[in-house]
């Protein structure tokens, strides 16, 4: 039994998959398999049971599962609190989120770490869906992702800083541009621009605009893979897109965006395995990320780390992992 073993056994536990760990680790099924057999053979006991759709742990593996995830969780702080030991406040520190959070939420903050810890790597990986930051997670490919918060994830704490308003991004020539909100009665008649059904953020619009008497996009409508490209879309002149708001000055060119008070704000946040297993560098760079968003939410918010959560108003745009 290594602690290879253990790692792999735990990853396809939280996942439910051994093709999904295999795909995650760059490794083959077989090899993912051996890890789990090997684990197997030397307890004398079934460890994981097949399904239609992927794996389950049997009661014998749950009980390891729940053993193992603590002790690696431990390990792995203290093997990152020796390295610190080791190379002072030196290292690497991995963020998986959306193509342009980085720009969005975290600009300020980067460059205040970067200089209090000039000597840390850090490493930014895109992933474009929640459940690809929480794979990364699992596997240990991540020590931090930044995402749309959603239901709760086996093996995953999640943990929202802020909340974005939503909006209705139309081009500066349309009906609704000139108003200073739209309600239900407006959202009606818009032709949606559809947002991923599998990403958080659009599977919870889908979820709000029914109980608002507002029908939902069409399977004809066009859709989109982030928010970016659905404003730019509405800007176009080819629909209208209800994306939440980002941080930052709102965007150029002839788009507008209106609030949309009756669509309850989206949280985002941080994703991790275990808060308590941070490294002091990745708790560093998160507590930075959200000083530097509390600050440009006023004096007024606090972070979701504090007393409560803060919103943001402001109408720019980006995207996280949804």
Same mark, same amino acid.
């Given at each position: 039994?290594t =602690?290879?073993?253990l790692? !792999? #056994?735990?990853a396809?536990? $939280? %996942? ?10 760059h490794r ?7 890890h ?6 030397e307890?004398g006991?079934?460890?994981? $049971? ?11 593996g ?5 053993a193992?995830?603590e002790g690696i969780?431990?390990?792995? *702080? ?5 390295r610190?030991?080791l ?5 690497s *520190?991995?963020?998986t989120t959306g193509a !342009?959070?980085v720009?969005?939420f975290?600009a $300020? %903050?980067?460059?205040?770490y970067?200089?209090?810890?000039p000597? &840390?790597?850090?490493? #930014?990986q895109t ?6 930051? #929480?794979a ?5 490919d991540?020590?931090l992702?930044w995402?749309t918060?959603?239901?709760a &994830?086996?093996?995953?704490? +999640?943990?929202?800083?802020?909340e =974005?308003?939503?909006? *209705?991004? &139309? ?5 609704l %541009?000139?108003?200073?909100? &739209?309600?239900?009665g ?12 599998n990403?958080t953020?659009?599977s919870r619009?889908?979820s +709000?605009?029914p ?7 069409s399977a @004809?409508a066009t ?7 659905a ?14 708001a980002m941080p930052?000055?709102?965007?150029a /060119?002839r788009v507008r965006l209106?609030?949309?008070p009756?669509?309850?704000? *989206? ?16 708790r560093?760079?998160?507590?930075a990320?959200?000083q @530097? =968003?509390?600050?440009?939410s /006023?004096?007024?918010a606090?972070t979701? @780390?504090?007393?409560?959560? %803060?919103?943001?108003?402001?109408? /720019?745009?980006g995207?996280?992992? $949804?």
């Amino acid at each position: 039994m290594t =602690l290879d073993d253990l790692r !792999t #056994f735990v990853a396809v536990c $939280e %996942a439910g998959s051994l093709s999904a760990v295999a795909r995650a680790q760059h490794r083959t099924q077989s090899a993912v398999s051996q890890h789990v057999r090997r684990l197997e053979q030397e307890l004398g006991l079934r460890l994981l $049971e097949r399904r239609p759709r992927g794996v389950t742990p049997t009661h014998a593996g749950r009980i390891l599962h729940t053993a193992a995830a603590e002790g690696i969780g431990g390990i792995d *702080l203290a093997l990152r609190r020796l390295r610190g030991l080791l190379d002072g406040e030196a290292g690497s *520190l991995r963020i998986t989120t959306g193509a !342009t959070t980085v720009r969005h939420f975290m600009a $300020e %903050a980067v460059v205040a770490y970067r200089e209090r810890y000039p000597r &840390v790597s850090l490493e #930014f990986q895109t992933e474009n869906s929640s459940s690809g930051c #929480f794979a990364a997670l699992a596997a240990d490919d991540a020590d931090l992702a930044w995402i749309t918060i959603g239901p709760a &994830v086996r093996g995953i704490e +999640q943990r929202p800083v802020v909340e =974005l308003p939503w909006v *209705l991004a &139309v081009r500066d020539d349309d009906p609704l %541009a000139g108003k200073s909100a &739209v309600g239900p009665g407006d959202l009606a008649g818009i032709q949606h621009i559809r947002l991923p059904g599998n990403s958080t953020s659009g599977s919870r619009l889908d979820s +709000q605009l029914p109980r608002l008497g507002v029908p939902p996009a069409s399977a @004809s409508a066009t859709s989109v893979a982030d928010w970016d490209t659905a404003v730019l879309l509405a800007e176009l002149g080819l629909g209208h897109a209800l994306v939440p708001a980002m941080p930052g000055p709102p965007p150029a /060119g002839r788009v507008r965006l209106v609030p949309v008070p009756a669509l309850p704000p *989206l949280p985002v946040g941080w994703a991790v395995r275990r808060w308590d297993a941070l490294s002091p560098l990745a708790r560093a760079f998160a507590e930075a990320v959200d000083q @530097s =968003l509390t600050a440009r939410s /006023g004096p007024e918010a606090e972070t979701a @780390s504090g007393r409560g959560t %803060a919103r943001q108003g402001g109408p /720019g745009m980006g995207q996280v992992a $949804e």
